[in-house]
């Protein structure tokens, strides 16, 4: 949180805090819409919801229940092609995974493990075994994630302590647009997503974390671990 001086009471806190992804406290408010405030992060290019302006937990959830995510559906399946696909072909035979964010109709690691490969779930709400953690991977997916995150240099920060040398981190979420496009962009306006990801961001990303960095289209992206 940036602070300022005031003549009468000494230090106080500004509204604006500094980005929950790079730490830099190179921030800018944006504009407020549906009772959120939204910050730009100029350094790493992050876009995200006011820290504690977020959904209760049990309001969160009760969105979640809503989605239909089944492996049987092959619009679903189709959808998570987008990672699956370019993911698969880098992969040994046989390799150990980890889905995060699997959500209440786990998909990508079925679709992973007919291919022969063994998954492990985790997910706050439907997965919350934290002793997935405990394991290293050969590759990590986060599909329709990573928007959701409060603290995305946490997450990720676990997420790559998890990860094998020569391991894949594999992220499905729209790439967010320019600042300018960005209060009407119609990704922003579900109330879940709070956190937002431009390929500035995902460059950061990579530059931070020592990766090779390759984005596939307008939603899909690999890390790579040296």
Same mark, same amino acid.
């Given at each position: ?7 009468? +009471? ?6 604006? #805090? ?10 800018? +408010?944006?504009?407020? $819409? /549906? /009772? ?12 995200? %919801?006011? @820290?504690?302006?977020?959904?209760? #937990? ?8 809503? =989605?239909?995510?089944? #492996? ?33 109709? @786990?998909?990508?690691? %079925? &679709? ?6 063994? !998954? /492990?779930?985790?997910? #706050? ?8 953690? /405990? ?10 994630? $990573?928007?959701?995150?409060?603290? @995305? ?7 790559? +302590? ?9 992220? &499905?979420?729209?790439? $967010? @647009? ?7 962009? =119609? ?6 997503? !709070? ?9 950061? &990303?990579?530059? =931070? ?6 984005? &596939? ?8 671990? =040296?």
């Amino acid at each position: 949180m940036k602070d300022t001086f005031n003549n009468k +009471s000494g230090y106080t806190q500004l509204s604006i #805090p500094g980005c929950i992804l790079c730490k830099s406290e190179s921030t800018e +408010s944006l504009f407020d $819409a /549906n /009772n959120f405030s939204y910050i730009h992060c100029k350094n790493c290019d992050l876009k995200f %919801v006011k @820290p504690g302006q977020r959904l209760d #937990p049990d309001v969160e959830k009760s969105r979640y229940d809503l =989605h239909e995510n089944d #492996p049987e559906d092959s619009r679903y399946r189709e959808f998570l092609n987008q990672l699956y696909s370019p993911l698969s072909d880098k992969l040994s035979p046989a390799s150990f995974g980890l889905d995060f964010g699997s959500g209440p109709g @786990p998909t990508l690691s %079925v &679709m992973f493990e007919e291919d022969g490969h063994t !998954v /492990n779930l985790y997910d #706050p709400f439907y997965a919350p075994d934290r002793s997935v953690f /405990n394991h290293t991977y050969d590759f990590i997916t986060t599909t329709e994630t $990573a928007e959701h995150l409060f603290n @995305p240099r946490k997450e990720f920060d676990l997420l790559w +302590s998890c990860l094998k040398s020569g391991g894949f981190l594999g992220i &499905m979420t729209k790439l $967010a @647009p320019k600042v300018e496009q960005f209060k009407d962009w =119609h990704y922003r306006k579900d109330d879940t997503h !709070v956190t937002f990801y431009s390929e500035k961001t995902f460059q950061w &990303m990579a530059d =931070h974390y020592g990766a090779d960095l390759e984005i &596939m289209g307008e939603r899909t992206v690999i890390l790579t671990k =040296h």
